[in-house]
């Protein structure tokens, strides 16, 4: 069956370092992943989207990496501060056997940032 | 508009009535997402509206639970004899094609008491 994991679901990490999360899918062959946050009380806010073909996008403090062979997707936070403690969420679209593709979610990695 | 807007934004029902939660995506977005998260849970998919395209209803847990789109507008997400484990936060998010980002609204917190 199609499955998405995200490393852990929570990740404690020391201000200014870099917080590194990761998505690992298994039976998709996904064109593109997408990476959200979610802050408590709210609905995800889009971050960055990496296409099959891409091998890194960047974006300010933000990297993702996409990793087809390893079905997997590095999420960094360079130079991290208290105020990107949230849940950052995977997402990528899975054939759902209706006809379409519909934009599938992991379960989350909630990251404290110590200051 | 803005953004994705839901209302209400809190659902306070009691066990076996029906509630009716309302979508309104942001204009010229072409798909249309429905969304549960159970409290400390993940986003589970419901159901996905793409243009004029038949829904994908595959997520719909039970078939006490409908929606309905009107066009590339309004969307309504219909839940009947609600029962007790479909307290959660609704979400809705709708994006410009299918491979572009999504945009989420507040969601709509349900307690089925």
């Known amino acids: 069956s199609q499955k998405i994991e995200q490393n852990s679901e929570a990740l404690n990490i020391q201000e200014g370092k870099t917080a590194t999360l990761t998505c690992n899918y298994t039976?998709?062959?996904?064109?593109?992943l997408q990476w959200y946050r979610q802050d408590p009380g709210r609905g995800p806010v889009f971050l960055l989207l990496?296409?099959?073909?891409?091998k890194e996008k960047r974006k300010e403090r933000l990297k993702v990496t996409f990793d087809t062979t390893l079905k997997q997707s590095l999420f960094h936070i360079t130079a991290s501060q208290p105020a990107d403690s949230a849940t950052y969420l995977c997402?990528?679209?899975?054939?759902?056997?209706?006809?379409?593709?519909?934009?599938?979610f992991g379960k989350g990695t909630k990251l404290s940032v110590i200051p | 508009g803005a953004g994705v807007s839901q209302s209400p934004s809190n659902k306070v029902t009691e066990k076996g009535k029906d509630v009716e939660l309302r979508c309104d995506p942001i204009?010229?977005?072409?798909?249309l997402y429905w969304y549960r998260q159970r409290l400390g849970q993940g986003l589970e998919f419901l159901i996905y509206?793409?243009?004029?395209?038949?829904?994908?209803k595959s997520g719909l847990p039970s078939d006490r639970f409908s929606a309905e789109r009107t066009g590339e507008s309004v969307s309504t997400l219909t839940i009947q004899r609600t029962q007790q484990e479909d307290s959660a936060v609704y979400l809705c998010?709708?994006?410009?094609?299918?491979?572009?980002?999504?945009?989420f609204g507040q969601g709509t917190r349900l307690t089925v008491v």
């Open positions: 509206f793409q243009g004029n395209s038949a829904p994908d």
């Open positions: 997402a990528l679209p899975a054939y759902s056997g209706a006809g379409s593709y519909q934009l599938t």
């Open positions: 998010a709708s994006s410009l094609y299918t491979n572009t980002e999504a945009f």
């Open positions: 204009s010229g977005h072409t798909a």
């Open positions: 990496i296409r099959e073909n891409e």
């Open positions: 039976n998709y062959s996904p064109a593109y």
